[in-house]
């Protein structure tokens, strides 16, 4: 069996060839060096850009980031194998308006026999099981699933995600980080393009007109997202970093644009609006609360099509889930 360690720099020495390079360190944090690659009219702006959903932790030179994160933290998504232990997230860096998104996969890899030492396992088997996250796509009133996964451009896809406590007090769920894609496995897509970054803000709200709509009870979180020119008639995924928090300790935002005020708006409390003040910038937050918990979710295929492309058949016609509640249970964080 190849150790945790050769693995580790097989991994970044593959990365480095595209302007990258992966340290995954055995203390569950991870160093990564990125030069997004810009053209030389463009100027490197560490706001614009995310790994999963944490920004930057420093400019190391005029084109190159370093981001210093915990395996724990900023959406990694864990995946267990007879041979090895992957932690994997996505670089993403907004060039909007004139320019697509520069996007570049990241990956961990270790030996089961030293990921097993990593607190972040421990803290996953110490909490499987504590509450079920789900998400799926809604009809237009949100009374049933939807009957059809093809939405024109420019209609509302109602999307709805809930949890439900199996051992625990009340909880509250938010929608940190959301990626569309075209492949469940992110780290396969061809394309992505960030919906919801910068915990909880949905920047498809300032460029169009989608939004979080009013709650019916805290367990459950909706939104209207306006379908856009994204990988027009093919499938589509949406990767989603789900959170619950304890009602009473709530440490998450969710913020949409309000397009005619010209101003972000907080969707429990718009007389707290401040808060997502961050929302085109860097968003910073608590990671210490032992009050939340967490799961990825993946929701697909669908499909975003203009009225004159031809129809075309779906690979399934339902939606389907994937994530770290269904295999491996919830996180709970801070433990």
Request: charged share 20%; aromatic share 8%; with cysteine.
């Amino acid at each position: 069996m190849i150790s945790g360690r050769l693995l580790l720099m097989f991994v970044a020495a593959a990365m480095a060839q595209n302007d990258l390079s992966v340290d995954c360190g055995g203390d569950d944090s991870v160093t990564v060096r990125w030069r997004p690659g810009l053209d030389l009219s463009q100027k490197l702006d560490p706001f614009r850009a995310l790994l999963g959903n944490c920004p930057p932790s420093f400019t190391v030179s005029d084109d190159t980031l370093l981001f210093y994160v915990l395996l724990r933290d900023c959406g990694f998504l864990k995946q267990v194998t007879a041979d090895r232990v992957t932690y994997s997230n996505m670089l993403i860096y907004d060039r909007r308006p004139e320019l697509p998104f520069i996007s570049q996969s990241v990956q961990c890899v270790y030996d089961p026999a030293v990921s097993k030492t990593t607190a972040f396992s421990a803290v996953e088997d110490e909490n499987e099981g504590l509450a079920t996250f789900s998400m799926e796509l809604m009809n237009s009133d949100f009374s049933t699933p939807a009957q059809s996964m093809r939405f024109q451009l420019g209609s509302n896809i109602p999307i709805r995600a809930t949890v439900e406590s199996r051992s625990h007090g009340p909880l509250k769920i938010f929608m940190e980080s959301c990626v569309a894609a075209t492949d469940a496995n992110i780290s396969r897509a061809a394309q992505v393009h960030p919906i919801i970054t910068n915990v909880g803000c949905l920047m498809e709200s300032k460029s169009g007109n989608s939004s979080f709509l009013p709650r019916r009870h805290p367990a459950e979180i909706r939104l209207y997202l306006q379908a856009f020119k994204f990988a027009l008639g093919q499938n589509i995924f949406l990767h989603c970093d789900l959170e619950a928090w304890d009602i009473q300790s709530v440490d998450r935002k969710a913020c949409h644009y309000m397009q005619q005020q010209r101003r972000w708006e907080l969707l429990d409390d718009p007389s707290q609006s401040y808060v997502c003040s961050c929302c085109e910038s860097t968003c910073f937050w608590r990671t210490d609360s032992t009050k939340g918990m967490s799961a990825r979710k993946v929701l697909g295929p669908f499909v975003m099509e203009d009225q004159s492309q031809s129809d075309t058949s779906l690979d399934t016609q339902s939606s389907t889930e994937h994530g770290l509640c269904s295999s491996a249970g919830c996180l709970l964080k801070g433990v």
